[in-house]
């Protein structure tokens, strides 16, 4: 919108400029405090906080992702670090250090994992951002992003099989049973794979 302020020659153009940045601050300033649409924005790598109208949803949106990567963690079970293979005179050396408990706190790593995300340099706005989290080696982020990116931006096309299902189901056909209504509207959607 900024690069398109600058060419912009006369005063109407000017005001329909003012008028649309001021429509669209009205309509996706509440959209942003929710908290899907808050982690969709942050778990796509081409805007992570640039992605935010106000300056204090992504630190919002950063807080979400942390928690949503701490449930994350703590419902995956964690593998025992493996052995290093030390010399005996290190071993001799620190052997206190091996016998002192070592604490891991998924919060901990939770933060970690937000951070590093965060610290990246944002992909182009010409990239997949799909592929990026194909790429990337970071299990966690990648469910996060599979689980926020899977959600549809509209409702359009539910409405559209609400809108068959009611073209399907008439008062001539009163006795379909479910499963025929189903296997219709599933063969209408699906008609163009063939």
Known sequence: MNQLNAQLRTQEGKDIYDLVQKRLV?????????????????????????????????DQAAKALELELLSLK?????????????????SSKFSFLQNKPKVKSTRADAIIATRQYMEKENIPDTCDP??????TADNELKLVAKKFF???ASSCESERVFSKAGQTISDRRTRLKPEVVDQLLFLNRNIHFK
Not at 74 to 90: D, G, H, L, V
Not at 130 to 135: A, D, Q, T
Request: net charge positive; charged share 30%.
């Open 26 to 58: 009205e309509r996706l300033d509440s959209f942003e405090t929710r908290t899907i649409p808050r982690i969709a924005t942050l778990v796509d790598p081409r805007f992570k906080k640039d992605g935010f109208l106000r300056s204090s949803n992504p």
């Open 74 to 90: 703590s419902t995956t079970p964690r593998r025992p670090p493996t052995p290093e293979s030390t010399s005996n005179e290190a």
């Open 130 to 135: 799909l592929k990026y989290w194909e790429m």
């Open 150 to 152: 899977c959600i549809q």
